[in-house]
């Protein structure tokens, strides 16, 4: 059996109040210190390098690009790194800027399905140590124009936090009538392969 240490620090790299969120209610302890890189320039060089990069590859590259970035000023300590990632086909979505850009993402999404990315990495002096990419896949209702009105209300600036301007843990439930994949990856983190990997690694109880 792996001891436990959990004397050992534990470093979120990521601003994502819902990954903060996931690991606080999981009983991780953590301290928060997002990475300051240039996300959308990293995402263009890796695309510029390949003709066609699958977008799971870009998430685990950002994902590994924050956690070595953070990792380098927290020495001893474990970092933990997310990207996400959504693909409407060819097309990688980003986070809307504002309302408009948001109303413009959720109606060429309405009646599609569409794929998410969750990437996660774990860094320990500047290194990563371990990387996981899952996906899941979202089918989102063709919902009448006056439902996204009063959505786009009701849920306010929030959404453009998150890239396809919904959060499933809220109002945005509404717009799906289902999904493939694990309920964690769409909020933005793998958490279940996360605690797994964790626990191997001895810095939370077996």
Not at 163 to 181: C, D, I, N, S, W
Not at 188 to 193: F, I
Request: charged share 25%; glycine share 8%.
């Amino acid at each position: 059996m792996v001891a436990t240490d959990r004397s050992r620090e534990i470093v979120l790299a990521s601003a994502s109040r819902a990954r903060r969120e996931m690991l606080a209610a999981a009983g991780v302890p953590f301290t928060v210190d997002p990475a300051d890189l240039d996300e959308l320039a990293l995402r263009n060089a890796l695309l510029a390098e390949k003709k066609s990069v699958a977008p799971a590859h870009i998430a685990e590259a950002l994902a590994r690009a924050k956690a070595e970035d953070v990792s380098g000023r927290h020495g001893g300590s474990l970092v933990v790194a997310g990207d996400q990632v959504l693909a409407f086909g060819p097309e990688l979505l980003t986070k809307a800027k504002d309302q408009a850009a948001a109303r413009a993402t959720l109606l060429k999404l309405r009646g599609r399905e569409h794929e998410l990315h969750s990437a996660v990495a774990f860094a320990e002096d500047g290194h990563v140590i371990w990387s996981r990419v899952e996906t899941a896949r979202l089918f989102m209702r063709d919902f009448s124009d006056a439902f996204l009105d009063d959505y786009l209300v009701r849920a306010g600036d929030r959404i453009c936090q998150s890239v396809g301007a919904y959060e499933l843990e809220g109002l945005g439930v509404q717009l799906f009538e289902r999904l493939e994949g694990d309920y964690f990856t769409v909020l933005g983190l793998p958490l279940l392969p996360v605690l797994e990997e964790l626990r191997a690694r001895g810095v939370i109880a077996q």
